[in-house]
């Protein structure tokens, strides 16, 4: 690949690294073979995330069987991996667009109860999803629901991706 942003002829430098995604909003995600492309006249630096539409959903769905309360970040980054925007999905919560922006912004507690309505909104526009409301409960009360601070993603050689360790 040749740099976009400069005009070297100079085919950029590919590496594949451990990244934190931090594009997505989150803190608190590794993803295991990223491929890096950086420029080695002016510096540039580029990632190919592979599948990043099939990486998008699968932190989603982790998000959703995570079993500590969501943060103000992930909340966020389900909202719009759902497309829903503050207006809508406020509405959707029964609360004030302050208060969500505020929860989303970590200036407000994420309740027991905005945990699970984000969950059962967000669960209901998933498509394929293999996760279920009534399945969510039942793994809470049996704990095997993924437990994480940090959640660890695999790519394949295929440029899909795998969730590694929570
Ligand atoms: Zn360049």
Redesign the pocket.
Known sequence: MQ??????KKQ?KSEVIVHKFKESGLDNIILNGVKQYR??????VLFDYGNLNQLNTLIADTLLRKKELLTGQEIRFLRTHIGYSSEMFAKILGLDKTSLSRIENNRSKVSNQVNMAVRLAVAGKMADRNYDFHDLIIALENEDLISFKQAQFKASTKGSWQLLAG
């Open positions: 740099c976009p942003s400069c005009d070297s950029m420029c080695l006249e002016c510096g540039e």
